[in-house]
């Protein structure tokens, strides 16, 4: 793959792919920065060799056309910001205004284009809406590893029309990173999983039994584990059609050597809301009416023992309902435990858009390894899939 460093981007457009779709407010004020700050490096350093850049990204999943709140030119104060100069803004990203723009683009310039979905043909993978997109730039970067498990027009389809195709920065750091856990992690390799479905990550903790030593499950999903064994959850979230999956889990990492871990007691609630009333009991023993929310401090001392001796540690989703603050605590211990033990000197992987957003509000961004810019894109990449983002790069 060509790399950012190795080619110089000096005269040349480059195309680039990035993944702007951040959470907004109802105000469109921007809730979480990261996917913004993390193509800078990418952009400065074509403007730096003498070169421009065409930015395009989706926001949203708009449904094949537009729809005003998910116009990227809300991000545009921000990048103006940003990059310390005025951004472009072609209010479509093909047709005569793109093509115009694109065009008159000077060395040192940066042009957004607006959201790529706004096209049905981007999701699709539209060959022909790709010929177009192309003919914007001289070269193709893709730094849109959030989006690179999307098949899509703009972030794979794209690259048989350029000769030259550059893995960006971005791209290239999270592959890195996720190697860095899957092939060269020391051991002892710690997994924490939570979130509220089992369904989605099952691929993932499948795949991570052959990598890691200890296999942490808390949140929503642990109850399906509670409810197999026969324990008693109550409310609680869980899918019963997962039963089954949970105990071949089981057996499968007793199999593998991996120690599981699962809560030993949970902080309960009689309602679905911050301020239901709560109580802690232990795993298995949730009365009637009741749901947890969150894991209890036996199961927060546990855990974060087991990742605090950890020497790679790799986090994916919040132990409990963290936007509820009153049921935050077991997510907020779990960030101050992966920030212990990066301290002590383990290399931490966070993925996911929550947890990566737990850490970040919290403030412990610098204090962990690598925060992935990438949810669906990291594990898919951990359940051993190509990515066909960076399979287009390849080619
Ligand atoms: N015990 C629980 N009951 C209900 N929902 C839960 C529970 N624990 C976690 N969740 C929810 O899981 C969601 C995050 O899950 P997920 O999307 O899988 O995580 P991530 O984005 O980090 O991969 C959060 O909205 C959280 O409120
Ligand atoms: O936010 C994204 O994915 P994520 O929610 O899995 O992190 C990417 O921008 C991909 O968006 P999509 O899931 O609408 O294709």
Redesign the pocket.
């Known amino acids: 793959m060509k790399t950012v460093d190795s080619f110089n981007f000096s005269g040349k457009k480059a195309l680039i792919r990035v993944d702007f779709n951040v959470p907004l407010n109802k105000s469109f004020e921007i809730t979480d920065d990261t996917r913004l700050k993390a193509v800078l490096p990418t952009v400065s350093k074509v403007l730096k060799d003498g070169g421009s850049a065409i930015l395009m990204s989706h926001l949203g999943r708009p449904k094949g056309g537009p729809e005003e709140k998910y116009s990227l030119k809300h991000i545009l104060p921000y990048l103006n910001k940003m990059f310390g100069q005025e951004v472009l803004f072609a209010a479509d990203c093909i047709g005569e205004d793109a093509k115009a723009k694109a065009a008159a683009l000077k060395p040192g310039q940066v042009l957004l284009l607006e959201n790529l979905r706004f096209y049905p043909e981007e999701e699709k993978g539209d060959v022909e809406f790709a010929k177009k997109l192309s003919v914007l730039g001289d070269v193709w970067v893709n730094d849109a590893f959030g989006t690179a498990h999307r098949a899509h027009a703009s972030t794979a389809v794209i690259g048989q029309f350029f000769k030259d195709k550059v893995c960006g920065y971005v791209m290239q750091a999270e592959l890195d990173n996720a190697n860095k856990l899957l092939k060269q992690g020391e051991k002892p390799i710690t997994a924490v999983m939570?979130?509220?479905?089992i369904s989605?990550?099952i691929m993932v903790i499948e795949n991570l039994l052959d990598t890691v030593d200890n296999l942490i499950i808390g949140?929503?999903m642990s109850?399906t584990f509670t409810k197999a064994l026969g324990g008693k959850i109550g409310k609680?979230?869980n899918e019963p059609d997962k039963l089954e999956l949970a105990l071949s889990l089981i057996e499968k990492a007793k199999a593998k050597n991996v120690k599981l871990y699962l809560p030993l007691d949970n902080v309960v609630a009689d309602d679905f809301s911050n301020d239901a009333n709560k109580q802690t009991v232990k795993t298995g023993e949730i009365p009637d009416g009741w749901?947890?929310?969150?894991i209890g401090p036996e199961t927060v001392k546990l855990f974060s023992e087991v990742v605090a001796n950890s020497k790679t540690v790799l986090w994916?989703?919040?132990?409990?309902?963290?936007?509820f603050a009153n049921f935050a605590t077991g997510t907020i211990a779990i960030a101050k435990a992966v920030k212990e033990a990066t301290q002590k000197g383990a290399f931490s992987l966070i993925?996911?858009?929550?947890?990566?957003a737990a850490i970040n509000n919290l403030g412990f961004g610098n204090d962990v390894s690598y925060v992935s810019t990438g949810?669906g894109a990291l594990l898919e990449y951990f359940e051993g899939k190509t990515l066909p983002g960076v399979a287009a790069l390849e080619k």
Do not use: C, H, W
């Open positions: 939570g979130g509220s479905k989605d990550k949140g929503g109850y609680s979230i749901e947890g929310l969150d994916n989703g919040p132990m409990g309902v963290f936007e993925g996911g858009g929550d947890s990566a949810g």
